[in-house]
């Protein structure tokens, strides 16, 4: 359990890099950005 404890989501790893979360997520094969961010906002709920 304390590993899990020491993970962060997309969007805050997206924020300190300065970029989008559909560019971290890499899913650009395709997936509109939009389907991207609300895949990836599920994660982090």
Do not use: M, N
């Not at 590993?3 to 997936?31: N, W, Y």
């Not at 990836?40 to 709920?45: I, L, S």
Request: glycine share 14%; aromatic share 2%.
């Amino acid at each position: 359990f304390c590993g899990l404890g020491e993970q962060t989501s997309p969007k805050s790893v997206a924020q300190r890099r300065g970029k989008k979360i559909a560019d971290l997520l890499g899913r650009g094969h395709g997936a509109t950005q939009q389907t991207a961010e609300a895949e990836a906002a599920a994660v982090v709920e």
